[in-house]
């Protein structure tokens, strides 16, 4: 009897049997696991597991290496989590870092883009009091025109912002805050008008699709950072679609308009060539689009750069500087976006306020050339003076000089 | 015993000795699966890899004639007319690091003695010090690599 | 044939009702196992936990994801552990339901109670080792109950964590207290408790005299059960971990602002603390959060104590009428302990 395979053993036999099931099945699935990637940015000396799923995505610019600044300086999330969900459940801002929420733990810190205005680092000290961000001439408008305030004075950004050492005498916004309005004009204008700056939520809809924070302006596609912005760029917000007054809604557009003249939104306006063929940042610097870290009281006290700032007057050269300083911020600039070769004693043209416009040449025959920042076309134009134009000395800002040379819609 | 009887036993006994081969064959293999598990579960590499690769700044530091320890190598780094030698301060006995004395260097763990050359004077380590593969960079630094 | 080691560590034979699953519910058995896992899978992960605030989550992340079978180790680490907490309580209940408490293993079940109370904080302290936000509020507000205890609270505290913020400081604490201050009392106590078992004539069933049932089992067949059983838990607990993972959350940031941010999102007590979370929101934390708590764990150590004796033939049966009492008190115990959890899950 003692020799006859018991219930027991028979028992012990499947269990064996499963147990080995079990423990093949584990490494199984243990072997079906994808292989960590590593990477240890130099920066943080901190090893991050990001790769191990996003190996493809590419370099998102020359001057954000990955093997410097890896993905978590700049994105948080776990960095050693190989779960999607706990991996990503602690960046910043979701898939973009740079909304202005949480724009000062990424993009921020003295050595990044929270330096002093000395060293021309304060990045987002500018951008966050600029007129894209408050919006404030606008609100001020509208405030003024429904009664809600006397002047036409800024009081109010889409968020409060502050700047003690502010050179124009505003020191700081409060936020605006349509709800507490007594005009209903105002309310509405709260709810429709407010979506396209840059603190503000983006309205939903794929058509004009931005993204908050720097990105909305320096992100031309995914994961990307560039400085070489195209006006398809602007137009996201700068032409989407038309606001009506009298009911004081925004009419979206659908299309995306191919016919740079044709297509803008504003039936009225008036284009010289070089205002349909280059791209928005060849002409307007960084002061005027990203703001100077002041706060303003409307766009108007902001945007400076006028056909003569290339073109000069009958009487006047455009200001041109010769490079000597090798830290010229003009050096900088260039080195940001190669599209030229600029070398120590090259002539530039400058703005009035100073700002070098470094994709500009002065030519040895007196001709300028000027590279497109974002479409690396070369173009050569001529000054002004000793031409046959017949503009009054004192009406020389650019909607004078619209007159005659706007091309015909 | 008659036949039957016989041939009864050893058919419950072949059984038996089968079911008991195929149940030890899965404990064993568990077996196998469980020990090569824990092996691979403990022989994770959990602290970071030891530098192999140092910078140690502008070759300018290092004037002709001179002899500079980098203790972070460690290793000593000779600039002579014919270039720089970076001769290593790991003992190659077991590993401790050499400390100079009048005739080279010796070591304070179990007394190797090396010459300046890095030639082994006296045991027990009987290999002399290793020569480090320098590069000179772009920037004119001095990189050393101990791998 | 000499008997093996493991043969050894049981009587001869012992009388079959005492080894009857419907009896036993396998739960004692079932509680070493568990802990024999835990002892085991604790000390591989040991290998690469680091108790130190800035590295602990980190560290528990690369055990999770990193080293390999890891997330499978720390995974049958947590479940054994729950389980081991379920396995307990169904224990204690069998014991108080079938009698088997009475006169002689009137300490035992004192023994027994104690391992239970410090498995619970066996279980918190481990939880806490995971250092991510999660655990946050719940240390703090369990550490800070101990405070309001009159006169020794505030050196309960330190004892506990040593003083200072509990979500920035107090890991090394727990991490000993895990490890190896309540560790090697339940090891004392556990082998403590299975001798007495033993000393005081194995699983309770009715005196010979008044037993109906004299079938007696030889110790093979009762290893043979207890091995059939550990393979079926070790299975069972070996699929569970494949496809169950133990809970993990983002790691506790290092600024006071940063972790007072994120500890806010999650403020829920671990599940086995829920009832007293609940009471929590009623009032008083000392009445709430030390009192009653503690007044149900005397009660429940009473039993023996304050009931009539039950009757020498209802030993070891299921639901015996002598025992009414112990048995309505445990009853009731549980279902205010099951309607607390339920209703704070339903918030």
């Keep these: 009897m003692q020799n006859k395979p018991t219930t027991f053993h028979f028992l012990l036999l499947i269990a064996s049997g499963l147990l080995l099931a079990a423990l093949s099945f584990l490494w199984w699935n243990d072997s079906r696991q994808p292989a960590p990637i590593s990477l240890t940015p130099t920066l943080s000396g901190e090893t991050e597991y990001c790769l191990t799923c996003h190996v493809d995505l590419p370099e998102i610019s020359a001057s954000h290496p990955a093997d410097t600044f890896g993905c978590v300086s700049c994105h948080g999330g776990e960095r050693l989590a190989l779960n999607a969900d706990l991996a990503h459940s602690t960046m910043r801002g979701g898939a973009n870092p740079s909304d202005f929420s949480v724009v000062e733990a990424s993009c921020g810190g003295s050595n990044c883009h929270s330096g002093s205005e000395a060293d021309d680092r304060h990045h987002i000290q500018r951008v966050m009091t600029s ?21 036409l004075n800024a009081h109010f950004g889409i968020q409060a912002v502050i700047d003690e050492q502010s050179k124009t005498g505003i020191s ?26 840059l603190h503000a939520e983006p309205r939903e809809g794929e058509a004009y699709a931005r993204e908050t924070g720097c990105a909305a302006c320096h992100s031309t596609k995914k994961h990307t950072l560039t400085t070489a912005i195209p006006y398809t760029q602007c137009n996201a917000c700068h032409n989407r679609g038309n606001y009506d007054l009298r009911t004081m809604t925004f009419v979206e557009r659908t299309d995306h308009p191919t016919q740079r003249i044709d297509d803008y939104y504003q039936p009225i306006a008036q284009f010289t060539q070089c205002e349909y063929t280059l791209d928005c ?14 706060i303003h009281n ?10 003569k700032t290339c073109h000069g007057t009958l009487e006047e050269l455009p200001l041109t500087k010769t490079l000597t300083d090798p830290n010229d911020i003009a050096f900088t600039l260039a080195f940001l976006n190669p599209i030229k070769d600029l070398k120590l004693g090259d002539t530039i043209i400058v703005t009035e306020k100073g700002e070098p416009l470094w994709n500009t040449k002065v030519l040895p025959d007196g001709t300028y050339e000027m590279i497109g920042k974002a479409t690396n076309q070369y173009f050569t134009f001529r000054p002004v003076m000793g031409t046959a134009c017949e503009q009054k000395p004192d009406e020389q800002e650019s909607h004078y000089c619209h007159e005659c040379h706007a091309v015909e819609k | 015993m008659n036949v039957t009887q016989w041939k009864n036993k050893m058919t419950d006994l072949s059984r038996r000795d089968f079911l008991k081969l195929i149940r030890n064959g899965f404990l064993y293999l568990s077996g196998v699966l469980v020990t090569g598990g824990l092996l691979r579960f403990l022989s994770y590499e959990s602290e970071p890899k030891r530098k192999t690769e140092f910078d140690i700044g502008s070759a300018d530091n290092y004037p002709l004639g001179s002899r500079t320890s980098i203790p972070e190598i460690p290793a000593l780094l000779i600039h002579t007319e014919s270039g720089y030698t970076a001769l290593s301060l790991t003992c190659t006995h077991l590993g401790c690091t050499l400390e100079p004395n009048e005739t080279g260097f010796a070591c304070p763990c179990h007394n190797s003695s090396f010459d ?19 590069e000179i960079t772009d920037d004119g630094n001095i990189k050393v690599f101990t791998a | 044939m000499r008997p093996s080691f493991f043969h050894h560590l049981h009587p001869p034979t012992i009388p079959t009702a005492q080894a009857r699953w419907r009896h036993t519910l396998a739960a004692g058995g ?13 000390i591989l992960e040991m290998f690469y936990y680091i108790p130190n605030p800035e590295e602990a989550a980190l560290s528990v992340q690369t055990i999770t994801y990193l080293v390999p079978f890891g997330g499978f180790i720390r995974n049958l680490h947590y479940w054994s552990a ?61 550490t800070n109950l101990l405070k309001t205890i009159p006169l020794i609270g505030d ?19 727990m991490y000993v207290w895990h490890i190896f201050g309540l560790t090697l009392p339940v090891i004392i106590l556990g082998v403590w408790h299975a001798f007495r078992v033993r000393r005081d004539g194995g699983i309770a069933v009715p005196p010979p005299q008044v037993r109906t049932d004299n079938a007696r089992i030889s110790r093979n067949e009762l290893v043979r059960r207890e091995v059939l059983a550990m393979f079926v838990i070790g299975i069972a607990l070996i699929l569970l971990s494949s496809f169950a993972p133990a809970p993990i959350a983002p790691a506790m940031p290092t600024t006071p602002a940063a972790i007072g941010a994120a500890a806010s999102q999650s403020a829920r007590a671990p599940w086995f603390f829920l009832w007293v979370q609940q009471m929590l929101k009623w009032g008083d934390p000392f009445i709430f959060g030390i009192v009653i708590p503690i007044g149900i764990l005397v009660l429940v150590a009473l039993i023996p104590y304050i009931f009539p004796k039950p009757a020498d033939s209802d030993i070891g049966t299921w639901f015996p009428k002598s025992n009414r009492f112990a048995q309505i008190t445990i009853g009731l115990v549980s279902f205010i302990v099951i309607l607390l959890t339920l209703l704070a899950n339903a918030k």
């Design chain 3, 30 to 42: 079932t509680a070493i196992f568990l802990m024999l896992i835990l002892g085991v899978t604790g």
């Design chain 2, 116 to 134: 300046e050359a890095g030639n082994v004077i006296h045991g027990p380590a009987v290999k002399p010090l290793q020569v480090l593969r320098i």
């Design chain 1, 172 to 197: 700081s916004l409060e936020t605006f805050n349509p709800v507490d309005e007594a005009h209903p004009s105002i309310q509405k204008f709260g709810e429709e008008c407010l979506s396209c700056h």
């Design chain 1, 298 to 307: 409307d766009q108007a006290s902001i945007e400076y750069v006028q056909c």
């Design chain 3, 82 to 142: 729950q389980l081991l907490l379920i396995v307990s309580a169904i224990h204690l209940l069998r014991v108080v339901f079938t009698a088997a408490y009475s006169h002689p293993r009137r300490f035992n079940y004192l023994l027994g109670l104690t391992l239970f109370v410090i498995v619970i904080l066996l279980d918190f302290t481990g939880y806490i080792l995971r250092w991510d936000v999660d655990i946050c509020y719940p240390l703090l507000t369990g």
């Design chain 3, 155 to 173: 050196a309960l505290h330190r004892i506990a964590i040593g003083g200072g913020d509990a979500c920035t400081s107090g890991l090394l604490r």
């Design chain 1, 131 to 151: 007129v894209q961000s408050t919006y404030a001439g606008a609100i001020a408008s509208i405030r003024y025109t429904f009664g809600a305030q006397t002047d």
């Design chain 1, 281 to 294: 940042v060849d002409c307007h610097t960084r002061s005027e689009v990203m703001g100077d870290g002041d």
